[in-house]
């Protein structure tokens, strides 16, 4: 009988997709939210456009610089560990080797076949420490290059996603028609990026479609009525 391929099912999204979900995501809530509670107070589009756009800029500036420093703080925090262990390998060996025994053992190898292992790694300084590295502290080595590619990326995508709340009131008449195609199109917007972060984060995009459209209403419609109120 021939055999069947198998193709596993997993997530492949990388860290372009996730930034780019950070982005999207505080795109579309932020400014619909601001420009919807704006709508509720004045009814010059003109104010609505000019704070809309102050909002997306500041945004965008500081999700993009926090993508950034996180970036950076990666690489810092994994050199910083990975000298640790390359201390701790050179002035405490023996230490180091009953920490792989331990690991390996715990995945239920025995212990004859861990004792190879770990004279194996003894013998590739720069292996063992990328082991203890990956197994005991759980970390892997990030691109350098990431931590701006990251910045630019959720800056950009922030830039992209409060455009879509805010086109309406530049191009309706009034600020009331400009309020009701911005919900409408953005809600929608809403439940489509919401469907599309579920397919590549492996969750239900259908449940995902609702959860991202839920907390964008509510925020809208909060600030909208607070400002009602306010006025």
């Not at 590739?124 to 970390?139: I, Q």
């Not at 009034?174 to 590549?200: D, H, P």
Request: charged content about 15%; hydrophobic content about 45%.
């Amino acid at each position: 009988m021939p055999s069947r391929s198998h193709r596993e099912q997993h997530f492949t999204g990388n860290t372009l997709v996730r930034d780019i979900i950070i982005g999207m995501s505080d795109g579309l809530t932020v400014p619909f939210a601001l420009a919807a509670g704006i709508s509720g107070a004045v009814h010059s589009a003109h104010i609505i456009v000019i704070a809309g756009l102050a909002e997306i800029a500041a945004g965008s500036i500081s999700m993009g610089l926090g993508g950034y420093l996180a970036g950076k703080s990666d690489v810092e925090h994994y050199d910083s560990e990975r000298r640790i262990e390359e201390r701790e390998i050179a002035e405490v060996p023996q230490v180091e080797k009953d920490e792989v025994n331990q690991i390996l053992r715990a995945y239920g190898m025995p212990e004859e076949e861990s004792r190879q292992i770990v004279t194996t790694l003894c013998q590739h300084p720069e292996a063992w420490v990328d082991f203890m590295m990956r197994f005991e502290l759980g970390l892997e080595q990030p691109d350098p290059r990431q931590a701006l590619i990251s910045g630019l990326t959720i800056g950009g995508a922030y830039v992209v996603g409060g455009f879509i709340p805010l086109a309406p009131y530049m191009l309706a008449s009034t600020v009331k028609e400009g309020f009701y195609i911005s919900v409408l199109v953005t809600l929608c917007a809403l439940a489509v990026f919401g469907g599309i972060r579920g397919y590549y984060t492996g969750v239900s995009p259908f449940r995902s479609a609702w959860q991202t459209l839920l907390i964008g209403g509510l925020a809208a419609g909060a600030a909208y009525l607070l400002a009602r109120a306010i006025a």
